[in-house]
């Protein structure tokens, strides 16, 4: 594994709308959904990065536009320095050697006509490696072993396994290429509380062993802190705070983290008093968001300037990035967030 | 909801020129019968018979001919003129009309009136001897043929040739209209009336069946139950309602393509309506009628999905106008 | 259930979301081994699948047949067995349905119908299925103006009125057959009808299930291991699409079966001398009063023909939907 | 269904029809000589033939109830050309001439008020008029010769189309060349004489063609701005009487919706304008009443056991046999009504050698076809060409036709017809090449029965065949009548004479100079000679071949036993070069209530005439 210091991935300017059209048999654009609106930000090797956000604020649009799921509308990502988006034909296919991606879904994510033995063999079959039928069934054998599942159960459908342990098939079909980046696009929230922690503990010790970088995406801050080295938080399309793991969970700067951070049910060892900070209202649309700062509409601290123009987002001190004119002060952290203070001390 | 009505207005107008056209390029070239050389005598000279072409205007190219058509089918509902008697297509067509709409609507009646109970009374009565023979009654009639179904009713029942004669089941070819004789003109229809209805009795109770067990299982049901509801309340009040909204967009295409011609049931009970115009103009190659009942039905067929779609927007609130 | 009136010879709408094959009890059974083992409990389909099998066997083995039970052939014409006013004889011993009016065995001439009624069911469904999906499979996987002018085009289809359209083609083709000669008239000229009209219904079906199922996760998971979309299509999507398919297409058969006797019985489908129990009973309409032997045996086979493929459709999707029992 | 089209079926062709009919009731068909009435091989005696029923004594008063399976098709008398149009209008019109019921060969007066003058070597005929005949409301004048030659040239209009004009009146002066305008042919030289100037001896033959209803007089004033729609509107919405009867209108002419509702009913009402002592016919009836549509196995019962009713179409098999069996009497088989045969095409294919012809013929069970058109009560063997009741039938050899070996085994002889197809260059005695036979018949119970069984004798015959069946005014005016098409094969052809004359049943069907590219009624491309291919010509140029040389012959042959013999001869040539294989001349089955004195037309494939019948109970 390289260690250079370039990182792994960077992203650029990365945009992605949805157009929506109408019509019956001429169709018009009438509009677009402005799933991630200009993000940028570096994948180091060997990290593990979490993504967090409300539902619909284009952490997954993001995931997939890193995998090439989906196209940008504009910016790049570059792997290893080289753009992505030029990737051809057989080019595209080794692409999907270096990243790959664990689903959301263990119900959906297998598909159910086929068996497991099968669903992790896809991927050597797709590019061609262990052309020999039992070689493949060994690896795929060993693959399953790896990730905890009996590997006797290589002829079962999916519908014969329980939701963790089809996620530990996803993660076998995900790491039999052995990928240099693996996104985990929220693992683990269709998962019992129980389990969670099996599948969260598998991953961490597969990148461990096996060198890997990770994105890891959630909706819950309390299980990226558990996971990550640097985190970033989404907002309607765009990156409002990029930190690492200690500096965010202990001194976030952006108002939107902090309701984030005071939302989690935090146990409070020091047993003082916070004052919750609530969102108020909805998330707006995407397809229509705010002008200038897209939280400002729903944002304590808001103010004319909010309106007007955009933050950048720009270094607030402790390796933090955040898009932000009147970021969170320590006062205000203290007062909302006792614990979250204390435990970055 | 009226932009969406108008949209689908629009739609079902460029569905209904489709139509016309595919059906005028694809009779146009297949052989039928030259309506020139039909008009000429016997040993015409190919001079009359260009004479004739040219007044029908069969010498003009295919798309004048398509365009003369669609401009006088849009400004006088005007469908030509029977290449056989001369007579124009839409005066037939009004003729026929009785009869066609007279057959569809009494079977509707009667597949409704008996397809709706049975259907309730076997989802209720699930799996009991009464719905299993009900169902596999059912299964036989949709697997009947409508005109051997007709040919069996009249050997058996029919007042001039059955076997066991039934004074007032009057056989094939007795149908008058609703004005010349009320009393003759129900009692002709009997019989195509519930042969043409058999078959559709039978999926309707099938249908209704299914998707009233479908509904009894849903929550608000028990819901119903739950708050003490008589149960025929719930079954009737909440649960047929909504299982019987997948019936009307069938019925609506059922009765749009009946009203187009009930071809088979026509033929076998002899009765005057489109459907045997068109089945005797096809066997002439009587183009502009063949042409005029398409049209026809394919205007009643388009009408009705519109209809359908506007009508289960009403009943089912989970529908929206897109 | 699909099938429409037999009149109207046009499905409902499918009322089916998806069909799937649920979840048994936890054992190594593959879904099929599931479905195999409800369809077999199930006495009325399985009877009426081996009553379908013994049809296909009598239908390919019909010569043989005939000439075990002593039949003449289907086209053996023998006037001696018409009186002086060309009235044919009733079911005797050796003509045990009685003959027509030209004198032909009409128990021989229902044997041989067989074919026409399974070649036009099995043959007409399986086209039209396989145009239906391939087509679907398109429009839902590829979306945008593929889709745009698939669907169009079905709404054009599903706007003709098709048994007058059927017959219209059925008169046009009856000669010099269509499309200069490639389509024969006969039998070749009823499926092309069948697959002209039917596609749209498979179609429908298939390009919805595409649309959810390409939405599906385990589609993304495909393509993010860098499969094609061929791959894509053929091995994630359509091993999906199976079940469903096979009810419908079982439920298609009967109403295309009935379809081509209406056609026959109107006159333009399979013509003398090929044997069609349609043609037939058209055939038995000017006498059927008294020669109602011509009527009846024909009309008795196409309706237990139609009734076996109607019952094991209704089988099948009760063993692929064991919810949605009927 | 059975259906019957009556005359000419459209486009001119035909005839040939569907009609199920046949022979003089007697004539056995293997052995008796002509109509008398030994009974038929199998031992059943004949139904009544017509040929002695009586024309007088009937009662005055009454209204007839009659039952047509099919619609009109043209009430024109410029337009009609089918037995059941002619039934109507027959009744409403008035034609120079007309035929007694009774007899099919000799014309009396009708319009006209004597017999016809033929001087000028037989090119010139004058005609006179009957001064005192009124054309029936709004019209409400005398006729006058103006009416009648009006109603001649528009039979060459386009917007009319008169089926026949082409074949009988192009040989007036200017006829051939006619598109509605005055023909010079036909002069006026006084109100009540009309002269017809022709360009030949064909006066006697001309004569019988004033007896169709096309020189029934029109008024002029009223239809010729009517002739200007295309098609016209006489006929379809407009109709003014001659006749005794008329259909019912209203005060501007108008019958449709009144008189006559298409598919459904016509009226026919006594004519006021009608004098009887100008008129031949009896017309003992009030009133006409006519159902259109029904099912045919219905409205034979109903007619069979009802009062004051007929049936107009040919009954259904079934009815005959029950009539036949349980109403002796009121079944009437008028012989006469039509000849049928297969056509071969002598231009392409295995059939233009003769002697593949005669083993076809030799082949072919006559009796079995016979038998799927319900039997000898209704068909007699066809073994020739000019049926029963035309001129010249027994001259060319009666009902058992030429002595030959091919037409002497009705019910098949395989060993004749392998000694011809040895003949034919065929060792084995079966056909062995490689060529597919078209073969176009028509559909509909029985045609297509016959045509079963002419399929399969060509497969016993060793022929491939590609056999199609098609609605029979497609089988002529789209394939056996369109050279083009090389059809090899047509088993469901015939013809129906206009009148007595065998003119009009072998010169439209078998002369080569007749051919023309489409329409065509020489089904078997007898006697082709450079018929233009493709283009649209008619015959030009080159030797005549010897049956047409006989036709040109007979065609000019002047008095009516000259032209019997004339066109005997031609029948024999062409059974002698077997262009077509004949296996039935039409008997009309006719059926009527008990109370009912129907009166067949004998000339007319025996359909009723209603200005001749009565009521036993009026």
């Known amino acids: 594994m390289s260690t250079s210091a370039e990182p792994l991935v960077q992203v650029r300017d990365l945009v992605k709308h949805f157009p929506i059209s109408r019509g019956i048999v001429f169709q018009r654009q009438i509009g677009a959904v402005k799933a991630v609106d200009g993000v940028s930000f570096d994948i180091r090797r060997g990290e593990t990065l979490g993504i967090v956000g409300e539902t619909g604020c284009g952490k997954s649009t993001t995931a997939r536009l890193l995998v090439r799921l989906l196209d940008p509308t504009s910016g790049t990502v570059l792997l290893e320095g080289e753009d992505i988006a030029q990737r051809k034909g057989a080019g595209l296919k080794a692409l999907h050697r270096d990243m790959q991606m664990i689903f959301q879904d263990p119900y959906s994510s297998l598909n159910p006509r086929k068996t497991i033995g099968s669903i992790i063999a896809d991927p050597f079959v797709i590019h061609g490696l262990h052309r020999e039928e039992g070689e493949r069934k060994k690896r795929v054998q060993d693959l399953m072993d790896r990730v905890g599942l009996n590997p006797e159960h290589y002829n079962r459908y999916p519908h014969e396994f329980s939701g963790g342990q089809r996620q530990r098939i996803g993660v076998a079909r995900a790491i039999a290429l052995q990928p240099k980046l693996l996104i985990a696009d929220e693992p683990v929230s269709a998962l019992d509380v129980s389990i969670q922690a099996q599948v969260l503990n598998l991953l961490r010790e597969l990148q461990r062993e096996m060198g890997l970088t990770l994105v890891f995406i959630a909706h819950d801050l309390s299980v990226v802190r558990h996971m990550c080295d640097r985190v970033a938080v989404m907002y309607l399309g765009k990156l409002v705070e990029l930190a690492p793991n200690e500096s965010l969970y202990g001194f976030p700067r952006h108002p939107y983290t902090g309701a984030l951070l005071s939302a989690v049910p935090v146990p409070d060892p020091s047993g003082g008093k916070r004052e919750r900070q609530l969102l108020s209202g909805d998330v707006p649309s995407p397809a229509n968001p705010p002008s200038a700062c897209r939280f400002h509409t729903r944002c304590p601290k808001a103010q004319e300037l909010c309106a007007t123009e955009e933050p950048p987002l720009e270094e607030k001190g402790r390796q933090t990035l955040a898009a932000c004119h009147f970021p969170l002060t320590e006062d205000e952290v203290r007062l909302r967030l006792p614990a979250a203070l204390s435990a970055a001390k | 909801m009226i932009r969406y009505i108008v949209r689908r207005l629009l739609w079902g107008v460029v569905l209904l020129v489709a139509v016309i056209a595919i059906t005028f390029v694809l009779f146009y070239l297949v052989p039928n019968v030259n309506p020139a050389v039909l008009r000429a005598g016997r040993n015409s000279s190919p001079k009359i018979i260009s004479e004739i072409s040219a007044n029908l205007g069969l010498n003009k190219p295919v798309y004048t001919q398509f365009w003369v058509y669609l401009k006088r089918l849009v400004l006088h509902f005007d469908l030509g003129y029977s290449y056989y008697s001369g007579a124009s297509v839409k005066s037939l067509m009004a003729d026929r009309l009785p009869a066609t709409l007279s057959l569809t609507f009494g079977a509707v009646v009667i597949w409704l009136a008996v397809g709706i109970p049975v259907g309730i009374i076997s989802a209720i009565k699930r799996r009991s001897v009464l719905d299993r023979s009900a169902m596999g009654t059912a299964l036989v009639f949709v697997s009947a043929p409508v005109y051997w179904l007709g040919l069996l009713v009249l050997f058996l029942f029919a007042a001039d040739i059955g076997k066991f004669k039934i004074p007032f089941l009057h056989g094939a070819g007795s149908y008058v209209g609703l004005t010349t004789s009320p009393l003759h003109w129900f009692e002709s229809l009997l019989m195509p009336w519930f042969v043409l209805a058999a078959t559709s009795a039978a999926i309707y109770a099938r249908l209704l069946r299914g998707s009233l067990i479908d509904v009894m299982g849903e929550d608000y049901i028990r819901t119903a139950r739950a708050k003490g509801l008589p149960e025929h309340t719930v079954v009737m009040k909440h649960g047929v309602r909504s299982a019987i909204t997948p019936l009307v967009t069938v019925l609506g295409l059922d009765i749009a393509i009946l009203m187009g011609g009930a071809v088979l049931t026509e033929t076998v009970f002899d009765i005057p309506g489109i459907g045997r115009l068109n089945y005797d103009a096809i066997t002439h190659g009587d183009f502009p009628i063949i042409q005029g009942t398409i049209v026809l039905a394919a205007i009643f067929i388009i009408l009705a999905n519109i209809v359908v779609d506007i009508a289960y927007a009403y009943l089912d609130p989970r529908v929206r106008y897109t | ?326 | 269904m059975k259906w019957r089209f009556k005359r000419l079926a459209l486009a001119g062709v035909t005839c040939s029809l569907a009609l199920v009919v046949a022979a003089c009731g007697s004539s056995s068909s293997k052995t008796s000589s002509s109509g008398a009435s030994s009974t038929s091989s199998n031992g059943l005696k004949p139904a009544l033939d017509g040929s002695n029923q009586t024309l007088t004594g009937g009662k005055k008063g009454g209204t007839l109830t009659v039952y047509n399976h099919e619609d009109f098709e043209h009430l024109d008398p410029g337009q009609a050309y089918f037995v059941i149009d002619y039934e109507a209008v027959y009744a409403t019109q008035r034609p120079l001439y007309i035929f007694p019921p009774n007899d099919s060969q000799h014309v009396i007066p009708d319009m006209a008020s004597g017999p016809p003058q033929i001087t000028n070597g037989g090119k010139t005929v004058t005609v006179n008029i009957r001064p005192n005949v009124k054309f029936g409301p709004p019209v409400n004048r005398a006729v006058t010769c103006s009416d009648v030659k009006y109603a001649i040239e528009r039979g060459a209009n386009p917007n009319v189309g008169n089926a026949y004009f082409p074949a009988y009146f192009a040989y007036l002066q200017g006829g051939s060349s006619a598109t509605g305008g005055p023909i010079p042919g036909i002069v006026c030289t006084s109100p009540t004489q009309i002269v017809f100037h022709l360009t030949g001896p064909y006066g006697t033959f001309f004569v019988g063609a004033l007896s169709l209803p096309l020189s029934a007089a029109v008024p002029k004033e009223f239809v010729q701005p009517l002739d200007k729609q295309k098609p016209t509107a006489y006929g379809a919405k407009y109709l003014v009487a001659t006749g005794p009867y008329m259909f019912k209108s209203d005060s501007k002419g108008v019958f449709l919706g009144i008189g006559y509702q298409p598919g459904k009913s016509a009226t026919l009402v006594r004519n006021p304008n009608w004098n009887a002592s100008t008129d031949p016919r009896p017309a003992y009836l009030n009133q006409i009443n006519i159902n259109i549509g029904g099912d045919p196995n219905v409205i034979g019962r109903q007619v069979l056991t009802g009062s004051d009713t007929v049936q107009n179409d040919t009954p259904a098999d079934a009815i005959v046999k029950l009539a036949y069996q349980n109403y002796y009497n009121q079944l009437v088989a008028v012989p006469g009504s039509g000849d049928r045969y297969v056509g071969l095409n002598e231009q392409h294919g295995p059939f233009t050698n003769i002697n593949t012809r005669k083993a076809f013929w030799a082949a072919l069970d006559r009796e079995a076809m016979i038998k799927a058109r319900g039997g000898e009560v209704v068909e007699q063997l066809g073994t020739h060409f000019i049926y029963p009741g035309s001129a010249g039938y027994d001259q060319a050899g009666g009902a058992s036709g030429p002595n030959v070996d091919y037409n002497n085994s009705p019910a098949g002889n395989m060993s004749v017809a392998a000694k011809y197809m040895k003949a034919a260059g065929y060792p084995s005695g079966k056909y062995t090449g490689s060529y597919v036979l078209k073969v176009v018949g028509s559909t509909g119970d029985p045609a297509d029965k016959d045509a079963a069984i002419v399929n399969q004798t060509l497969q016993s015959l060793g022929f491939k065949t590609n056999f199609t069946l098609v609605d029979q005014s497609v089988m002529y005016s789209k394939y056996c009548g369109v050279p083009k098409q090389q059809i090899d094969v047509c088993p469901n052809v015939g013809w129906i004479r206009d009148w007595y004359d065998p003119q009009t049943l072998l010169d439209p069907t078998f002369a080569g100079y007749n051919i023309v590219p489409t329409n065509n009624s020489n089904w078997g491309m007898v006697s082709w000679q450079d018929w233009p291919k493709a283009n649209g010509g008619t015959y030009t140029s080159g030797p005549l071949t010897p049956i047409d040389q006989a036709m040109k012959t007979a065609e000019t042959s002047v008095g009516d036993a000259n032209r019997a013999s004339a066109w005997a001869k031609v029948d024999q040539m062409l059974v002698g070069d077997a262009v077509a294989v004949p296996w039935a001349f039409d008997k009309q089955p006719n059926i009527a209530a008990k109370d009912v004195n129907g009166i067949n037309d004998l000339w007319n494939e025996g359909s009723w005439d209603y200005s001749w019948m009565w009521l036993k109970n009026a």
């Open chain 3, 1 to 326: 259930m699909s099938v429409g009136a037999s009149e109207l010879l046009v499905e409902g709408e499918p009322s089916v979301e998806a069909i799937e094959l649920v979840p048994g009890e936890v054992t190594a059974r593959s879904p099929w081994q599931l479905f195999w083992r409800r369809f077999r409990a199930d006495r009325v389909a399985m009877a009426s699948g081996i009553f379908i099998v013994l049809l296909i066997l009598v239908a390919i083995f019909a010569p043989l047949i005939v000439s075990i039970l002593g039949l003449p052939g289907p086209s053996v014409q023998n006037p001696n067995l018409t009186d002086a006013f060309g009235t044919p004889i009733g079911p005797t011993g050796a003509h045990p349905f009685g003959v027509d009016p030209l004198g032909e065995d009409v128990m021989s001439r229902v044997i041989y119908g067989a074919r026409v009624s399974l070649e036009v069911g099995i043959i007409g469904t399986a086209l039209s299925t396989f145009l239906g999906v391939s087509l679907g499979l398109i429009a839902g996987f590829y979306r945008g103006w593929a889709d745009t002018g698939l669907s169009r085009l079905a709404d054009v289809v599903l706007s003709f009125p098709i048994l007058l359209f059927g017959l219209g083609i059925g008169a046009a083709c009856a000669v010099n057959g269509c499309l200069g000669g490639a389509i024969q008239p006969g039998v070749q000229t009823i499926i092309a009808i069948i697959v002209i009209a039917g596609w749209t219904y498979i179609y429908r079906i298939t390009r919805g299930q595409v649309l959810s199922l390409r939405e599906k996760e385990f589609v993304e998971a495909a393509r993010s291991l860098g499969a094609s979309n061929r791959r894509i299509m053929f091995r994630e999507i359509l091993p999906n699409l199976v079940a469903p398919i096979i009810v419908y297409s079982s439920l298609l058969i009967p109403v295309n079966i009935l379809f081509e006797a209406a056609l026959s019985y109107l006159g333009v489908g399979v013509k003398p001398p090929t044997a069609s129990w349609g043609q037939m009973i058209a055939d038995a309409t000017s006498n059927f009063q008294t020669v109602w032997w011509y009527m009846l045996f024909p009309g008795v086979a196409l309706l237990l023909t139609v009734l076996a493929f109607n019952l094991v459709g209704d089988g099948l999707q009760d063993a692929l939907n064991p919810k949605a029992d009927r």
